[in-house]
């Protein structure tokens, strides 16, 4: 059996008839960026995420680019400031600190949770912190009271990246309504993605948004005059138009990625492997299945002969990355073993009861 990590052919295949419809929609109305589909998108995911407001940006990168940029220009966050962030997320998340002329502070991630190690926040902070980037990785919820409260205390605006937790939960209320202001990516791969690039920024801030809003559009807000130095990072309609479509079953796909994973997790009984420690199945959109063991590129080159793809997310920690060459010598044990030890197991709300217990069958066998 061949089983791919994801299959993107087949999630558009599922609503292929209404993307269609919709993408053929906007071609025909002549009428491309800027227009009513991003409108009615951006009301949908705020009404859906629990935010006065969402800005269709061009990427999940620019989104966190933007809110950043938006503190400064609003004069809340100075070059030179430092923003806290856990060591072992995507780079993009620090990649937007860094683009701001801001300073990351790397912060290690707890091992059961491989979330941001929130009893290792407040030792970090410095006269120069002003906000706490929290990131909810593989799909699981970063937000903790502890996070919300050290914010509170030490007047910090709390950023979210929730570029893979679309639809995921704390105490009933959506990543991405939890903090200041949150980054969020449609990369097609997402738990919600466009069939391109888009992104957005979602936030209860008036100002927040206003500015954001220019920022993506030349850093203007009426037509020929520029209040910022912006760029073009808009969100396309067609995009917008696809992503409105797909919103609407999120929850219910986000659903059959909970079955795929509690499936994953009742019949893996390999001893040499260390599954996801899921206490609240609500707090967990499962954008991955994140498995560790020592063995992983042994396991990665056994599953792969046996017609089974799977993913390191991710195999160099950015403090190891060429581009962050100052950081090279500095050591965070935690991030590091992850990074030597996870391996993501195919996660698509279109596998099969078959290719799951297959999955299952073969990584027991390992
Ligand atoms: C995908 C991702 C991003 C960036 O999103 P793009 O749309 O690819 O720019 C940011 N942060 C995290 C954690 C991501 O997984």
């Not at 940006?57 to 950043?68: E, F, H, K, S």
């Not at 400064?72 to 997320?89: H, M, R």
């Not at 699981?140 to 914010?151: H, L, P």
């Not at 808009?234 to 696809?242: G, S």
């Given at each position: 059996?061949?089983?791919p990590?994801l299959?993107l052919k087949d999630?558009t ?6 993307i269609?419809n919709?993408?053929?929609r906007?071609?025909?109305?002549g009428w491309?960026l800027?227009?009513s589909?991003n ?7 705020s009404r859906?995420?629990?935010?006065q407001?969402?800005i269709?940006v061009a ?10 940029r938006?503190?400064i220009?609003l004069?809340?966050?100075s070059?030179?400031d430092?923003v806290?962030v856990?060591a072992n997320?995507?780079?993009?998340s620090i990649?937007a ?26 030792a970090a902070?410095t ?5 706490i980037m929290i990131?909810?990785?593989?799909g699981r ?13 030490y007047n910090?605006?709390?950023i ?5 937790a679309?639809?995921c939960?704390f105490n009933?209320r959506k ?10 990516s449609?990369y097609?791969g997402?738990n919600?993605g466009?069939?391109?690039d ?9 100002k927040?948004a206003n500015?954001?809003?220019s920022?993506?559009?030349y ?11 912006g760029r073009?990072s ?14 609407q ?8 990625r909970?079955?795929?994973a ?5 019949g893996?009984n ?10 609240d199945?609500s ?5 991955i299945?994140p ?6 590129d042994?396991?990665?080159e056994y599953l792969?002969k046996n ?6 997310h991710?195999p160099?920690?950015?403090h190891k ?11 965070f044990p935690i991030?590091e ?6 391996l ?5 709300p279109?596998?099969t ?6 999955v299952?069958?073969?990584v027991n066998q390992w």
């Amino acid at each position: 059996m061949d089983i791919p990590f994801l299959s993107l052919k087949d999630i558009t295949g599922k609503y292929s008839e209404e993307i269609h419809n919709v993408v053929n929609r906007v071609i025909d109305s002549g009428w491309y960026l800027q227009g009513s589909e991003n409108t009615a998108f951006e009301a949908n995911y705020s009404r859906y995420i629990g935010t006065q407001y969402t800005i269709g940006v061009a990427n999940g990168l620019d989104a966190l680019i933007w809110i950043l940029r938006a503190y400064i220009e609003l004069g809340v966050i100075s070059p030179g400031d430092e923003v806290i962030v856990p060591a072992n997320t995507y780079i993009a998340s620090i990649l937007a600190i860094t683009e701001n002329r801001l300073v990351p502070v790397l912060i290690e991630p707890d091992i059961n949770t491989y979330q941001i190690d929130d009893s290792r926040i407040e030792a970090a902070i410095t006269k120069k912190t002003k906000a706490i980037m929290i990131v909810h990785l593989y799909g699981r919820c970063a937000y903790t009271e502890k996070v919300g409260q050290i914010c509170k205390n030490y007047n910090l605006k709390l950023i979210e990246d929730n570029a893979q937790a679309h639809g995921c939960l704390f105490n009933g209320r959506k990543t991405g309504s939890l903090g200041d202001a949150a980054g969020h990516s449609f990369y097609p791969g997402k738990n919600l993605g466009a069939l391109g690039d888009a992104g957005a920024v979602t936030t209860s801030d008036k100002k927040l948004a206003n500015v954001v809003h220019s920022l993506a559009n030349y850093g203007s807000s009426k037509k020929y005059v520029f209040q910022y130095l912006g760029r073009n990072s808009r969100l396309d309609e067609i995009q917008a138009a696809i992503l409105a479509i797909k919103l609407q079953y999120l929850d219910e796909d986000n659903n059959l990625r909970k079955t795929v994973a509690k499936k994953y997790i009742n019949g893996i009984n390999n001893s040499k492997i260390i599954l996801p420690n899921v206490m609240d199945y609500s707090n967990n959109v499962f954008h991955i299945f994140p498995i560790r063991t020592k063995g992983r590129d042994e396991l990665q080159e056994y599953l792969a002969k046996n017609g089974i793809q799977t993913l390191i997310h991710y195999p160099i920690p950015p403090h190891k990355q060429q581009c962050y060459i100052e950081w090279n010598d500095k050591s965070f044990p935690i991030t590091e073993q992850i990074h030597d030890e996870e391996l993501s197991l195919p996660m698509s709300p279109m596998l099969t009861d078959n290719q799951i217990q297959y999955v299952i069958d073969t990584v027991n066998q390992w």
